[in-house]
């Protein structure tokens, strides 16, 4: 058979309340066109993000109800310790709330003032926790990873020549980790190969540096591995996962993604010390160590997800919709990033709107389009996220204006995958015809957040 279905039948429904394209009008007017602000309610389909938004599965909720909510050493703990050792190898486990939380841990013992951490890409706040802690975050993306129209099977891969000429510049001894993020958000969603990681690995065995992934998408890392990498068509997710993390010292991990939760995340290692350092950061701000910020449910409902997540029907599945979403885009002439990732569709907003300017956003502009045209909820990843005004007053953009469709995990059919399309393809029609935006309100940080707008 050549369709493939959603492995899962719906036990329970969140009824979604419609709105009119009038009322939309007035709804993104009054948000001041920044989807952030919009009530979730007054939104259609929402793919502002695929963290913490999964669905989880009758097992998880049935896990769950079974939580053990014992201050130190609960049922849940244990639980939740094997399954991340069983999937990652690592010895240690730290529980914490999200992938945050454990950035900010990792930091806080590992950089410091003139210290430099290398990435293929850092996400956002891997980047933010490294420089709160005044250190250096740099990224080292291979050739052709953040161009949309590049067709290549890993783009998320690192560039190992210029990790070493970064290592020899800053010397060895300032580079307290080398990172890689599995796979790689902020370009795409574009997956790392399994060669990759060798690679990196043998770069920092050369210089006897730690290696640890930021694995808050490694089983659909793992999928682009089996289906893409010479040598590993036969292997099983699990053991794809494990060889991955065979080559590194330890991982942090936002569970909101690849463990199928709304909530928790983790950090797994080798290092006796480090993990006690870690371990007395946690008690100080997280939690106690067998919980780290979290309920004992919330770990059981991890400890179910980090299985299910591995189960090929779920993945195929998973990976087919993102690739199929693709492809109609495509076939209609839609500039997207190309070949798609494991978790979105980024638009190509410079294409889409090659008549606005970067300074007048055209992601946000496109954004509010796809929220007035269908109730459709997308995030601008561009100029508004990482543009700004130099000191001579001139406007320095991102190196893509992109509008990110992210796909929550088991929550929407592929009827609501086919409106999207229409939606998407009805403001495609229109494009001429859309405006630029202008700022209401500056946000100081992070503008992409609480910053708002008017059309121009
Ligand atoms: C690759 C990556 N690392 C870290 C994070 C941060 O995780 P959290 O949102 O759980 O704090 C994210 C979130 O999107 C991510 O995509």
């Not at 849940?76 to 950035?103: D, M």
Request: aromatic residues 10%; glycine residues 8%.
């Amino acid at each position: 058979m050549k369709t493939i279905f959603e492995p899962f039948r719906i036990k329970m429904v969140e009824p979604v309340k419609m709105t009119t394209r009038e009322e939309r009008v007035q709804i993104i007017e009054k948000a001041g066109y920044n989807p952030f602000l919009i009530p979730a309610e007054k939104v259609l389909i929402d793919l502002l993000t695929d963290s913490g938004t999964s669905a989880m599965s009758t097992d998880q909720w049935a896990a769950m109800i079974k939580g053990d909510e014992s201050y130190a050493g609960a049922k849940s703990w244990f639980n939740f310790e094997a399954a991340v050792k069983g999937v990652t190898g690592f010895k240690h486990v730290i529980p914490a709330h999200q992938g945050r939380a454990a950035e900010r841990l990792l930091f806080s013992v590992l950089a410091a003032e003139g210290k430099v951490i290398p990435s293929n890409t850092h996400f956002d706040t891997t980047r933010g926790n490294i420089e709160f802690r005044h250190a250096r975050a740099l990224d080292f993306v291979a050739p052709g990873g953040e161009d949309p129209d590049v067709i290549a099977d890993f783009k998320g891969n690192m560039d190992v020549d210029a990790l070493e000429k970064c290592i020899l510049e800053n010397g060895a001894e300032n580079i307290p980790v080398v990172m890689l993020t599995v796979t790689n958000n902020a370009t795409g969603g574009q997956p790392v190969s399994m060669q990759n990681i060798r690679e990196t690995r043998a770069v920092c065995d050369k210089y006897d540096l730690p290696l640890f992934l930021d694995v808050a998408r490694f089983a659909e890392n793992a999928w682009f591995i089996k289906t893409r990498e010479p040598g590993y068509a036969d292997k099983s997710l699990r053991e794809i996962a494990r060889e991955m993390f065979s080559y590194a010292d330890g991982c942090n991990m936002s569970a909101k993604k690849d463990a199928l939760v709304n909530i928790g995340g983790f950090i797994a290692l080798n290092d006796d010390k480090l993990a006690l350092d870690l371990k007395n950061l946690l008690i100080l701000s997280e939690g106690y160590v067998t919980y780290g910020g979290l309920a004992g449910r919330d770990l059981d409902a991890m400890a179910q997800g980090l299985q299910e997540i591995l189960d090929e029907d779920y993945m195929r599945y998973r990976i087919a919709t993102v690739e199929n979403l693709g492809d109609q885009l495509n076939k209609l002439g839609i500039p997207i990033f190309n070949p798609p990732g494991g978790h979105a569709i980024y638009i190509n907003a410079k294409k889409f709107l090659p008549h606005i300017p970067a300074w007048e956003f055209p992601g946000q502009s496109l954004v509010s389009e796809l929220y007035i045209e269908g109730g459709v909820r997308a995030c601008e990843i561009g100029s508004i996220m990482f543009g700004y005004w130099a000191k001579d007053g001139s406007f320095v953009g991102a190196p893509n204006e992109l509008v990110r469709l992210a796909l929550p995990r088991r929550v929407y059919t592929r009827s609501h995958m086919d409106y999207l399309v229409e939606v998407v393809a009805e403001v495609y029609a229109k494009r001429d015809s859309i405006r630029g935006m202008k700022f209401r309100y500056e946000a100081p940080i992070l503008r992409h957040f609480t910053s708002t707008f008017d059309r121009l």
